[in-house]
T-cell receptor, first 115, second 114 residues
Framework: AQSVAQPEDQVNVAEGNPLTVKCTYSVSGNPYLFWYVQYPNRGLQFLLKYITGDNLVKGSYGFEAEFNKSQTSFHLKKPSALVSDSALYFCAVRAGYSSASKIIFGSGTRLSIRP | DTGVSQDPRHKITKRGQNVTFRCDPISEHNRLYWYRQTLGQGPEFLTYFQNEAQLEKSRLLSDRFSAERPKGSFSTLEIQRTEQGDSAMYLC????????????FGPGTRLTVT
């Protein structure tokens, strides 16, 4: 069965510092991995995805994520945090076989950037 | 096309009543998904359509829940005999064909059952 774990409910970072939001996954076969962000009173927005190839993927708003197969992780990173990055972040996984359809989401990590 | 839209944005109903939500996906997307999200949790998969065919349903989707996508465009999610436990945000998403395609989410319909 597919599963996603986001071990931190909240991450607090000072503006200008690097940030990391952690995600680990469990899936049969090769994973397709996604990060989404949810701002208050708005729908989830796609940030980036890992399908295959380079383990470091770049996405919107300066975010990037590193895929680590041996650790089954897909941590979200940004070199320099902005106050406007404060939001709820969700990691998601889909199994990479042809009959797979649904995406499983983690429980979310609230990122708070202090000025 | 400005994205996925959902209607209504908020619905308050009394326990035992039926409710229906609508989702209009991005026009060129043939895949449509319904999720439920409760406070402090990630979206939980409910069901998925490819064109008009409903290909997968979660065990979370009891027999009180039904979804349709009759012409492969918009979709409706109906909840019959609502219960207080049905109170949640109901999210719709659409995507292009293919397992690697990301989903685009609507703003959601917040259901409150009193």
């Amino acid at each position: 069965a597919q599963s996603v774990a986001q071990p931190e409910d909240q991450v607090n970072v000072a503006e200008g510092n690097p940030l990391t939001v952690k995600c680990t996954y469990s899936v049969s076969g090769n994973p397709y991995l996604f990060w989404y962000v949810q701002y208050p009173n708005r729908g989830l927005q796609f940030l980036l995805k890992y399908i295959t190839g380079d383990n470091l993927v770049k996405g919107s708003y300066g975010f990037e994520a590193e895929f680590n197969k041996s650790q089954t992780s897909f941590h979200l990173k940004k070199p320099s945090a902005l106050v406007s990055d404060s939001a709820l972040y969700f990691c998601a996984v889909r199994a990479g076989y042809s009959s797979a359809s649904k995406i499983i989401f983690g429980s979310g990590t609230r990122l708070s950037i202090r000025p | 096309d400005t994205g996925v839209s959902q209607d209504p944005r908020h619905k308050i109903t009394k326990r035992g009543q039926n409710v229906t939500f609508r989702c209009d996906p991005i026009s060129e997307h043939n895949r449509l998904y319904w999720y439920r999200q409760t406070l402090g949790q990630g979206p939980e998969f409910l069901t998925y359509f490819q064109n008009e065919a409903q290909l997968e349903k979660s065990r979370l989707l009891s027999d009180r829940f039904s979804a349709e996508r009759p012409k492969g465009s918009f979709s409706t999610l109906e909840i019959q005999r609502t219960e207080q436990g049905d109170s949640a945000m109901y999210l719709c998403a659409s995507s292009e064909p293919g397992l690697t395609s990301e989903q685009y989410f609507g703003p959601g319909t917040r259901l409150t059952v009193t």
